[in-house]
T-cell receptor
Framework: EAGVVQSPRYKIIEKKQPVAFWCNPISGHNTLYWYLQNLGQGPELLIRYENEEAVDDSQLPKDRFSAERLKGVDSTLKIQPAELGDSAVYLC???????????FGPGTRLTVL | QKEVEQDPGPLSVPEGAIVSLNCTYSNSAFQYFMWYRQYSRKGPELLMYTYSSGNKEDGRFTAQVDKSSKYISLFIRDSQPSDSATYLCAMSRGGATNKLIFGTGTLLAVQP
C-alpha cells in the first residue's frame, strides 16, 4: 500500500515569493492534516479536512496561508507571500477518520532566503 | 508554559542499553497518549498508543501513563542502532476534534 505522497520534497525560494505544496493521501482516507514542524520542535496542526471540508483551521495564518482539498482527495497548501520565518518542514498526514491512526508523509522542507 | 514538555536530548546510549524517554503535560483532559518515531528526513510514524493510565508492551517497547502525575514514559529494551531517531510524545483529549499535541521530541543515538 502506498503511503502519503508529498511534493516537492525540498523547496528554496526568496522571501515574498509564493510557494505551494501538494499532498496525496492514502487511498480511502477521508481525513487529511497539514502540520508545520520547526527545527527541533514537534509538529503543530495547521488545518484538518474531513473529505472536502476544513473542520479545524484555527492555527492556519489566513493572511498568507491557504489550503484546499478538491474532491476530497489531494490537497494543496499555499503560502503567499513567504516570509523568512516560514522556513520549516510541512507535513501532510491522513487517516481513515478523525479517531484513527494518522499516517505521515515525508514532508516538504521549505527554505526561505 | 507548553501543554506538553519533553527533554530534547540528545540522548546517547550504547547498544543493548535500556532507554527511558519521558514527557510531562499540564492538561488533565488528555486521555489518549502516543509515541511517534521520526527518522531523519522522514515523517513521524506511530510506535505506541495508550488510552488513559496503565502500561502497554509491544516487543522491546513499553509505554507507561501515569495520569495522576501527568507523566508518560517510553522504555526501549535491548536498544539497537536502528532505534536511533527522534521520539515524539503526543496526546489528545479525544472527542470531536481529537487534535494531537506533540512534545518537542527527544533525539536518541544508540552507539554500536
Amino acid at each position: 500500500e502506498a503511503g502519503v505522497v508529498q511534493s516537492p520534497r525540498y523547496k528554496i525560494i526568496e522571501k515574498k515569493q509564493p510557494v505551494a505544496f501538494w499532498c496525496n493521501p492514502i487511498s480511502g482516507h477521508n481525513t487529511l492534516y497539514w502540520y508545520l514542524q520547526n527545527l527541533g520542535q514537534g509538529p503543530e496542526l495547521l488545518i484538518r479536512y474531513e473529505n472536502e471540508e476544513a473542520v479545524d483551521d484555527s492555527q492556519l495564518p489566513k493572511d498568507r496561508f491557504s489550503a484546499e482539498r478538491l474532491k476530497g482527495v489531494d490537497s494543496t497548501l499555499k503560502i503567499q507571500p513567504a516570509e523568512l520565518g516560514d522556513s520549516a518542514v510541512y507535513l501532510c498526514a491522513s487517516s481513515l477518520g478523525p479517531y484513527n491512526e494518522q499516517f505521515f508523509g515525508p514532508g516538504t522542507r521549505l527554505t526561505v532566503l | 508554559q507548553k501543554e506538553v514538555e519533553q527533554d530534547p536530548g540528545p540522548l546517547s546510549v550504547p547498544e543493548g542499553a535500556i532507554v527511558s524517554l519521558n514527557c510531562t503535560y499540564s492538561n488533565s483532559a488528555f486521555q489518549y497518549f502516543m509515541w511517534y518515531r521520526q527518522y531523519s528526513r522522514k515523517g513521524p510514524e506511530l510506535l505506541m498508543y495508550t488510552y488513559s493510565s496503565g502500561n502497554k508492551e509491544d516487543g522491546r517497547f513499553t509505554a507507561q501513563v501515569d495520569k495522576s502525575s501527568k507523566y508518560i514514559s517510553l522504555f526501549i529494551r535491548d536498544s539497537q542502532p536502528s532505534d536511533s531517531a527522534t521520539y515524539l510524545c503526543a496526546m489528545s483529549r479525544g472527542g470531536a476534534t481529537n487534535k494531537l499535541i506533540f512534545g518537542t521530541g527527544t533525539l536518541l543515538a544508540v552507539q554500536p
